[in-house]
């Protein structure tokens, strides 16, 4: 047996000389494996540099006069098909802003990720890096006043309005990722398939944008390449509301979208390697010979072959014309996949020309349910319903992820739109914010009728309700699209007044009603914020800070409405994956689970009581009590799994404070709180005031709160 410890020093030295000689061997592993924001590593959004002053006095009539001439200067390194890169750079744009989804606001072309892995190396992006490649020197020359994000969007843009069509506006500010981390969580990647696996590829599930990994949407052949317009249509449906598009919007953009440009797929053999594969030479392409091979009429991108329109660089509803002019027969293109052609119908004249013009089975797809084929009627007949009805669709397709109007800079955005849930202006005259604190502080200890209950040692107490009356309000931000958070108070109003985790804030907020009405000027909003932040420092947490000026939403509007709010549950990694698209630091997160908790509010919840039967003092007392202590799972008596102190009477947790002891890395931190409660309410004080403040946008680098 003496000889086992003499093995493992020989074992562990040879393991540490093989570490130390292969560095480079372990970089990449972690690289490999993405074990990246939501497994280890800090959430971050790392960005480059971003010069507001410099993006508010671009010039964007310049860079679209220079983008109008690098459209029609076809270059011999990528031709330009009918002598006109729009159709290249509408796709380019679509697709980076494509990738955005509701379920957690990520994707979307804010951040230009389609530059990094893992878009970049995306099957629906396979030749967009020539698209960015032709815009370089429009890059080069505006430089920081002019970010890959906005440049791409623009680029569309003024795709679209070169080839005749709608364009509402441009909304620039978009702030470039240095890299591509936040969309790992898009896939494929390590990070996805702990955090939204797909179990069957072509039929991934929400939160997951896509029906098919590395697609922007769907499968253009069909559900599983089976070309069956049938199926097609409700998946169609289904992906594109999950980026809240609705019908009308999804028509709109697939056939307008469709309107220029042509699919490519010249031969069987395929794009070549991605740039994952081959950095230095990505999809260069495998069909015709000689100079031309890979490209022109070589090229292969989807593998489909051929355009919807007979003049595939002008605007117009040829596309929905075409979809019902003709009957379409399914037949397996120069690519080798299924495609539809167009075939006379039984009442044409026989004598009628059939123009040169293919069909996916997803356009197919648009004749085969009934609401889509009256869309179709509609934009078939009607120009004018098509221009509107596109134009705000591409805007809100592309503008979707930048949040609230107030983060568009430039001088040529258009108002307000529905989907960018606009407040109304706050109120002229700003009420007096210490004399309502002090309104604030008595109420906390006096009884109210609205809610008379929360004694701590027989005396009324609502400090615990008052902060999380505030932190529900305030935590249905994301950093991701900017939506949520307070301002607005839209906690109020329905559906958010009845998300099960905001049961009796209702009732909260009628305790501070008395205290609204006597402040002309008071809104909601800031009375909800300012009660938190009270109720905090009345409970001894060091550093609230208050800036006043919000509003107060008369309606919720459908970025809200449709996302139910984030809430830490029980899954460690998704207590991880929320506080990233919070914006969070681990740090903070971790610090915000010690918020005041008094036991009658967890038994509103559910539970059976709190860790601690004194919500009046905040301090770091709960990773004490969460780090001595053995858990055992029970369920309450209204059936909600908890974890009760071994030898303890009425100590109670809930699964998601039980996972900071679990998580390594949130372990470490609460250990630290332990012995550092310096270091505990400063990370506390940093986390709230982040969270109370994120949505008060002054451009879109700056909060107009900091
Ligand atoms: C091209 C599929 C929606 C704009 C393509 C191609 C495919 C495709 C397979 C051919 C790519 C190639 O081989 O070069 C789909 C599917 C959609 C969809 C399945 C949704 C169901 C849209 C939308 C837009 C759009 C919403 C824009 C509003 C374009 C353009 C091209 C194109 C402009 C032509 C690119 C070029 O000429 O190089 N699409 N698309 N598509 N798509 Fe879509």
């Not at 994000?149 to 070169?162: K, M, N, P, W, Y």
């Not at 599930?205 to 409700?234: F, H, K, Q, R």
């Amino acid at each position: 047996s003496f000889l086992a410890p003499a093995l493992l020093l020989v074992l562990t030295a040879q393991a540490l000389h093989v570490a130390a000689k292969c560095p480079f061997h372990f970089g990449r592993a972690r690289v490999d494996e993405n074990v990246g924001a939501v497994l280890q590593a800090e959430p971050r959004r790392m960005l480059l540099t971003f010069d507001e002053a410099a993006v508010q006095k671009l010039d964007i009539n310049a860079v679209k006069a220079d983008l109008k001439a690098l459209f029609v200067d076809s270059q011999e390194s990528w031709p330009a098909d009918f002598g006109h890169y729009g159709p290249l750079m509408i796709r380019m744009a679509w697709h980076c802003a494509g990738s955005y989804r509701l379920s957690d606001g990520r994707g979307g072309c804010d951040g230009a990720r389609q530059r990094f892995d893992p878009e970049r190396s995306w099957a629906d992006n396979v030749n967009l890096d020539k698209a960015r490649g032709l815009l370089w020197p429009i890059k080069q020359k505006y430089g920081d006043a002019l970010s890959w994000g906005d440049l791409i969007i623009l680029a569309g843009d003024t795709a679209i309005e070169s080839m005749g069509g709608p364009i509402l506006g441009f909304c620039a500010g978009r702030i470039d990722d240095a890299d591509g981390a936040a969309s790992l969580p898009l896939g494929p990647s390590l990070d996805q398939e702990m955090v939204a696996p797909c179990s069957v590829n072509g039929e991934c599930e929400a939160p997951l944008g896509a029906s098919t990994m590395s697609l922007i949407y769907v499968n253009p052949e069909g559900p599983l390449a089976v070309p069956d317009p049938e199926l097609s249509a409700p998946q169609i449906r289904e992906v594109f509301s999950r980026m809240a598009m609705n019908d009308s919007e999804t028509v709109a953009l697939i056939g307008g979208g469709h309107a220029f440009g042509k699919t490519h797929g010249a031969c069987p053999t395929g794009p070549g390697p991605n740039p994952m594969q081959q950095p230095w030479n990505p999809w260069p392409g495998t069909c015709g010979e000689g100079p031309m091979k890979g490209k022109g009429n070589n090229t292969f991108t989807s593998g489909f072959e051929g355009p919807w329109t007979t003049n595939p660089i002008r605007w117009d509803n040829e596309y929905f014309v075409n979809l019902l002019k003709y009957d379409w027969k399914v037949y397996v293109g120069p690519g080798g996949h299924h495609q539809w052609e167009p075939v006379l119908k039984e009442d044409a004249d026989p004598e009628d020309d059939l123009p040169d013009i293919i069909m996916l089975t997803t356009d197919v797809a648009l004749l085969k349910d009934p609401i889509y084929l009256e869309l179709v009627k509609l934009f078939a007949a009607n120009q004018t319903a098509l221009d509107i009805a596109f134009s705000h669709a591409w805007y809100k397709l592309v503008t979707r992820d930048m949040g609230p109007y107030s983060r568009c800079l430039g001088d040529q955005v258009p108002p307000p739109q529905p989907f960018q849930a606009p407040l109304p202006p706050p109120p002229a005259k700003i009420p007096d914010y210490k004399a309502v604190t002090k309104a604030i502080t008595k109420a906390l200890r006096v009884i109210s009728p609205a809610l008379p209950y929360d004694p701590v040692n027989g005396k009324p107490y609502y400090g615990a309700l008052f902060a999380t009356l505030a932190w529900q309000c305030a935590s249905s931000f994301r950093q991701t699209d900017y939506t949520g958070g307070c301002n607005g108070a839209r906690i109020r109003l329905a559906p958010q007044k009845d998300w099960p985790q905001n049961v009796a804030m209702d009732k909260v907020l009628k305790v501070l009603e008395p205290i609204k009405d006597s402040f002309p000027g008071l809104t909601y909003a800031d009375l909800i914020v300012l009660a938190g932040n009270t109720a905090l420092t009345d409970a001894k947490a060091k550093g609230m800070r208050f800036c006043g000026g919000r509003s107060d939403a008369d309606s919720d509007e459908p970025p809200v409405t449709v996302t139910p709010q984030r809430v830490f549950n029980d899954k460690l990694v998704q207590l991880k994956d929320n506080a990233i698209v919070m914006g969070l630091t681990f740090r903070e997160a971790v610090a915000l689970k010690a918020m005041i908790r008094s036991p009658s509010q967890q038994q509103r919840l559910g539970y059976s009581g709190s860790w601690t039967d004194n919500p009046t003092r905040l301090s770091n007392e709960f990773f004490k009590v969460l780090l001595d202590n053995d858990w055992v799972n029970v369920t309450s008596a209204a059936g909600q799994l908890e974890m009760k102190a071994v030898g303890k009477e009425g100590v109670y947790m809930m699964p998601c404070d039980l996972a900071i002891k679990w998580d390594p890395v949130f372990a470490a931190i609460a250990q630290e709180f332990v012995t550092d409660s310096t270091a505990f309410y400063t990370a506390f004080a940093s986390g709230w005031n982040k969270m109370m403040n994120a949505d008060r946008f002054k451009g879109p680098a700056g909060n107009e709160c900091k």
